[in-house]
């Protein structure tokens, strides 16, 4: 079966056997999967990964140790945990120590025709959930992670840095508090997106500083952590979301004098995120870029990696007309 | 009257004119100030400060608007607010964004025979505190603002990290909660003094990394965050109460990976502060590496900036002998 494979800092879609469930595992069969800008990190060295690239999952058990599922149609969690452990008894299962991280950390990915992940990890979807927009239930719970970690009140001043997925994915989650937020970007027509979707959005330069209860920080750069600083008011909390590879410069004085809170974020519930797309709270579809074969996955990649580009997903199913 | 005197770079004692109290200040007498690690900060540069330095304060009340104070021994916060904008309506005046702070910004300070806080900013002290002891009322209430911001539990495994005058009160201040807490640094002098009250104490090398809840960065450099981050568990928070001149170089992956919280922290409540002083709860005696006359202030200083100096205090009555 065909699979995205990265081997020594290669890509490269290539025929493999089958995998075979391990104990407690399903085999599902991918429908779609979403190309996350993770994925493009990890292409270039971050995680030193090599396996099957891919985390955001949609598909059908095909098989599995409890009959009864056999057939449903999930989205999986991406951290494998031993269910053991101090973090898993504190209900931390996702900083589990011992945890592989599907297509991230010593787990292939679901840029494949078929992928085991175990049975713990996947959620069934809702009829009314597309394919489409359920590639959306990992990034989505990510975003609800940061009202998960974070009290935002409906008085609350709320600014997201980043007009990127995520940043546009975060921006409709917290959109749904009734903050008074603001869409900080760069790109006119991302930004349009949003203001589609009823968000408030600004370009930085014209933001005073420190007007912002909660700042959170998705731009994917280290510059993003200091401009968020200069945001956020005294006392006030900034998000960490970008995950990338290498190293921030940073005044830590203004964290100090400010007594500012930082709190890194990451992966989120999709008890959560799946009710919220379901029911259309949160509204992916303008954020698909493409739709691509997954025999043309390496085009895929080159065009998520592109300046501006939104979500590109990989249709398993479907032959390539090119 | 004496004062020292920061200006253009250069610290020097002078003789200046008896400091005339504006609408709601008090004239003090100064009787005693202990000298910080941010004094010398400053010296070297930190704030751009010019003016009389000096903000850890005991003194007596020489002359003020209401004569029912006069004759007072007291303590003075440092930040000087406007009353009236929206940090000080939600009662963050030590956030005012129109304040000075005496001996740091805009306000002249301590190390003199007289300074001239808001009588707002003075606290009443009882008897049986000491001088030198309600010299420690400043940088005490500055540890107990750990408690202010994050919630130390009786479980809670928590490390300090830093040996020097704020990390030993950091320390004393936390291990009144109960916590499993651990001081770490590297003058064997210093860690002696905080076994000898009761504390635990161990080298950095010998800590398992991701093992504690709760770790207080108060090492004054710029390494100090990093090593902060390897020590606390996913989900922990890392307090951050170092300040210094310069940037720091940080691997974010990890704050975001791991979830983790970092809080910066300042100034915190002299009425937390003072009972516990005054009980011998939070015990500085041991602390205090010399007294020396305000005449000769500049030796202080120098002595202040040795390696592992603890605190000295000025004397503002006493005549030097030297």
């Known amino acids: 079966v065909k699979a995205l494979v990265l081997d020594s ?29 993770t994925d493009l990190e990890i292409a270039r060295g971050y995680m030193n990964f090599s ?15 409890d009959p009864r599922f056999a057939g449903r149609r999930v989205a999986g969690e991406i951290n494998l945990s031993c269910g053991r452990c101090e973090q898993c008894a504190r209900g931390l299962a996702r900083h589990c120590p011992q945890r592989t991280v599907m297509g991230i950390a010593g787990k292939d990915g679901c840029f494949a025709e078929y992928v085991t992940p175990p049975m713990t990890n996947l ?26 970690q974070v009290m935002v009140l409906s008085r609350d ?3 997201v840095l980043g007009d990127g997925k995520l940043g546009l994915l975060i921006a409709q ?15 006119a027509r991302k930004l349009e997106l949003a203001r589609q979707a009823g968000i408030t959005t600004a370009e930085i330069g014209s933001l005073a500083r ?15 952590l200091h401009a968020a600083v200069e945001l956020v008011r005294p006392r006030g909390t900034v998000v960490l979301k970008s995950t ?3 190293k921030l410069e940073l005044d830590a004085a203004p964290l100090v004098i400010d007594e500012i809170t930082v709190v890194g974020s990451r992966c989120g519930p999709f008890e959560r995120a799946i009710p919220a797309l379901a029911s259309g709270l949160v509204r992916p579809d303008a954020l698909i870029d493409a739709i691509v074969p997954l025999v043309r996955a390496e085009s895929a990649f080159e065009r998520a990696a592109q300046p501006g580009a939104l979500k590109v997903l990989l249709d398993m199913r479907a032959e390539s007309v090119g």
């Open 244 to 246: 990338y590879h290498g």
């Open 210 to 224: 420190k007007s912002f209860d909660v700042v959170v920080e998705a731009t994917g750069s280290p510059t993003g």
């Open 9 to 37: 800092g290669r890509l490269a879609l290539r025929d493999q056997p089958t995998p075979v469930p391990g104990p407690g595992e399903a085999l599902i069969r991918v429908a779609m999967a979403g190309v996350c800008n």
């Open 173 to 187: 989650v917290l959109e749904s508090t009734g903050c008074a937020l603001t869409l900080v970007g760069n790109h």
């Open 123 to 148: 959620h069934t979807l809702p009829e009314e959930l597309s394919d489409e927009r359920a590639c959306f239930v990992e990034p989505a719970a990510a975003a609800f992670e940061v009202l998960e």
């Open 51 to 65: 396996g099957v690239l891919g985390h955001e999952l949609c598909g059908v058990i095909e098989a599995c140790p």
């Open 157 to 159: 001043r709320v600014a």
